[in-house]
């Protein structure tokens, strides 16, 4: 029930309009029942943490501990530490995009970033453009200030560009509603899609022409099995805002992303983030210093790329192994996850209990969907956690949930 000023939730509740229109997370939701010891969990997009090698943590940590605790330990500027925007500097180097500490504000991981971009540009009724299926954060984290997002579907070259001029030719130039464009364009969670050279070049076209910003999310970029590296948007264009994160060639627990941004983007990412939190962790942003300063972080990562290499293939085979022919699924050339698709009939949301019993779990495909409607009939499956052999079985059970239903 919603009055002027006032909004109750179902128990009488005074809360926000705002979180009435919230879903919870459905990856959140499941974290409780994929625990059971005997399930196999397709549904996470976590990085395999004890691929880390120990003595690379301890040094990282004894030196903040031993050296820096003064500086670790306290306040900093809401914009982040000078020495760790360096580092994201020479990460951003190595992936062809030149940039300055003074462009650089770090976030408390990605998600962060998502959140204050959100809280700096968007009014309610505002419209952003994501792909559609999208990443489920994303989702959550712009619809707290409430605009229509409208979904672009990709295929395997990622975002559809002749539809995204349709759907801009519907918006209409000039319409100042139009505020930003939000694109996964490595291995996009959760479609596993990249989207071609030719793509991007045309989506930074239409971002002049149609006056949006386009904001490139990039935590899977490195993590790629198959092919040759894409140049970043952000190398294209300067005007781009580009999301680093370290969460997936590092650590997720040390909340440290990164924004790159015009300086007029970060002002105000740097006011609204005052009231967020001040200032991210200090202690983080040190100890990720001393990981990519002091420690051989390239070899780890190239330890990460090969196991989750291997994971994929082993993903991959089983799918083609077991899965009807009437499904069909992304190959992905990198990142953490396949999107498959089965016919129009089916209904992944109702039938995840069926995969519960059977011992294993993925994410219904409408959670990627702002609706929370489309997407019915497909999934979000995950290879960067579970050995390939737990993959091969769980598979082998999800297929058996699938024939199941099949109508012959
Ligand atoms: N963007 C995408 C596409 C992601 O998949 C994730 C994490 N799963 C994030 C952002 C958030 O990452 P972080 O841990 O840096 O907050």
Redesign the pocket.
């Known amino acids: 029930m919603t009055s002027a000023h006032l909004t109750f939730d179902q128990t009488g509740e005074k809360i926000a309009e705002r979180v009435v229109k919230m879903r919870s997370s459905a990856v959140r939701d499941l974290f409780a029942a994929a625990s059971r010891p005997d399930v196999i969990s397709l549904s996470g997009?976590m990085p395999d943490v004890s691929l880390l090698p120990q003595s690379a943590i301890k040094k990282a940590v004894r030196a903040v501990c031993e050296d820096e605790r003064a500086v670790a330990l306290q306040y900093g500027s809401t914009d982040g530490r000078v020495q760790t925007k360096q580092v994201f500097c020479d990460l951003m180097r190595d992936i062809g995009v030149r940039t300055k500490p003074e462009n650089v504000l770090i976030t408390s991981?990605?998600?962060?970033a998502?959140d204050l971009l959100s809280k700096a540009f968007i009014n309610p009724g505002d419209i952003i453009l994501a792909e559609g299926p999208t990443?489920l954060?994303?989702l959550q984290a712009f619809s707290a200030y409430e605009p229509d997002i409208h979904c672009i579907p990709f295929d395997d070259e990622g975002m559809r560009m002749d539809l995204l001029e349709e759907e801009l030719a519907r918006i209409g130039k000039g319409n100042p509603r139009l505020k930003f464009l939000y694109t996964?364009p490595n291995f996009q969670?959760p479609g596993g899609v990249t989207m071609s050279s030719a793509r991007r070049k045309r989506l930074l076209e239409l971002a002049a022409e149609y006056d949006f910003m386009v904001l490139e999310?990039d935590?899977y970029g490195r993590l790629r099995y198959d092919g040759g590296h894409m140049v970043p948007l952000k190398a294209l264009s300067d005007d781009v805002i580009y999301l680093g994160?370290i969460?997936k060639v590092f650590a997720?627990g040390l909340?440290t992303?990164w924004i790159v941004a015009p300086k007029h983007v970060l002002s105000k990412v740097n006011l609204v983030k005052q009231g967020t939190d001040l200032c991210g962790s200090s202690f983080d942003q040190v100890v990720v210093e001393h990981y990519f300063t002091d420690t051989p972080w390239q070899k780890t990562l190239q330890k990460f790329v090969s196991t989750y290499h291997e994971r994929r293939d082993a993903m991959l085979a089983a799918l083609d192994e077991y899965f009807p022919a009437e499904a069909s699924w992304t190959r992905p050339d990198g990142g953490f996850f396949v999107w498959v698709t089965l016919p129009e009939y089916f209904d992944t949301a109702s039938m995840l209990s069926e995969a519960l019993e059977a011992g294993v779990t993925y994410v219904p495909g409408d959670s990627f969907f702002p609706d929370g409607k489309t997407g019915k009939n497909s999934m979000r499956i995950n290879f960067s956690f579970a050995p390939p052999e737990k993959l091969n079985e769980a598979i082998k059970r999800l297929a058996k949930v699938i024939n199941e239903r099949l109508e012959l």
Do not use: C, F, K, V
Not at 109 to 112: P, V, Y
């Open positions: 997009g991981g990605a998600q962060e998502l990443y954060g994303a996964i969670n999310d935590p994160t969460s997720p909340r992303g």
